[in-house]
């Protein structure tokens, strides 16, 4: 697991539960289906099944990977639009080129994170890198999307490119977990994420045997993605393994927990923490769209058919094609 780790002793600490707090109890456990998205790169929905109620402000996570490409197999999305949300790409292994018809763009690297406003709209390309597309490698990552209330619906775009260095990072009370704060806050400390809705992002790496309780805002909704390892959600220690997601109910703090022996190529249990503020709106989605109306679709559809949404640059990225395929 290449995100950023740090020695957790050295680290300001979360602070402990106390009695007049309520702990969240767990509303339900999903296993993520499988999936291909872009050119053909593997995926698990992780939000698939789960009622909106439960998830708002959040559309859907693709956990990307784990997957370790041979020469030449490394995929991406080529151009395409979006409009009405915002995407959060956090990479854990690997590479990718991001570019927009709006400025933003750069290189994700690993433990870094991208974050793209689509607003009124735009169009992008994310891709692997030449060298990664050429000689393989590993590939392992997340990409999150927002959605935006409907006063920023139409806002500019923008772009945030948060290198790995930029993360906030936190030990549990005992100093045995590693938080990592990508946007909103932790008990009182802030992540670099800059968001139009009230949302906390965190990947947190429980060691075995380990106990993580940390603090959660109560007007938010939470969830936990198990990305590696094995342990229990909640107080009442409800079994969850990789690949399942975690929807908590109401309360002050979350609890995480790492079984005693992990798998051999896992090291502790990986979590991603995700919370927000619901916007309490009308949401309808239709592949890279995110409105509050049919007729804000149907119109979002019609802008870039009509080349509303930007058109691709002179010096574009394109998919990189490996030498022999040409």
């Known amino acids: 697991m290449a ?26 456990v999903s296993t993520a289906p499988a999936g ?47 409009r ?37 709209g735009l169009l992008h390309i994310e891709t692997p890198p030449e060298r990664l597309v050429e000689e393989g490698g590993l590939f392992h990552g997340f990409q999150l999307w927002v959605n935006l209330p409907a006063q920023d619906k139409f806002t500019a775009p923008a772009y945030q490119g948060l290198d790995a260095g930029q993360v906030l990072l936190l030990a549990s009370d005992d100093g045995g977990s590693l938080i990592r704060v990508i946007a909103g806050d932790v008990d009182g400390h802030v992540g670099p994420g800059s968001t139009h809705t009230p949302i906390t992002v965190a990947h947190a790496s429980v060691s075995p045997g380990g106990r993580l309780s ?55 249990l990986e979590v991603i923490l995700l919370g927000g503020e619901p916007i309490q709106e009308p949401m309808v989605h239709y592949g890279p769209f995110v409105m509050n109306t049919k007729e804000q679709l149907v119109a979002a559809l019609e802008d870039y058919q009509g080349g509303r949404l930007g058109t691709i640059p002179p010096d574009a990225i394109m998919p990189h094609v490996p030498r022999g395929r040409r």
């Open 3 to 28: 995100a950023v780790t740090a020695d957790t002793m050295t680290l300001p600490r979360v602070s402990r539960a106390t009695i007049e707090e309520r702990e969240r109890v767990v509303l339900a």
């Open 84 to 120: 009405g949300f915002e995407t959060v790409t956090y990479l854990i292994e690997g590479q990718f080129v991001h570019q927009d018809t709006h400025g933003g763009g750069g290189v994700i690297t690993e433990g870094a994170t991208q974050w793209m406003t689509a607003g009124a």
């Open 214 to 268: 940390l603090p959660w805002r109560r007007s938010f909704n939470a969830l936990a993605y198990v990305m590696a390892g094995s342990g229990t959600v909640g107080a009442e220690a409800r079994p969850i393994h990789a690949g399942q997601l975690a929807v908590f109910g109401v309360g002050d703090r979350v609890t995480l927990a790492a079984d005693e022996t992990q798998d051999s190529r896992t090291a502790a």
């Open 36 to 82: 291909f998205e872009g050119e053909g790169f593997p995926v698990r929905r992780t939000m698939a099944g789960i009622d909106y109620r439960h998830l708002d402000p959040f559309i859907m996570m693709d956990h990307m990977g784990e997957v370790d490409y041979a020469a030449g197999e490394p995929k991406g999305t080529a151009w395409h639009p979006h």
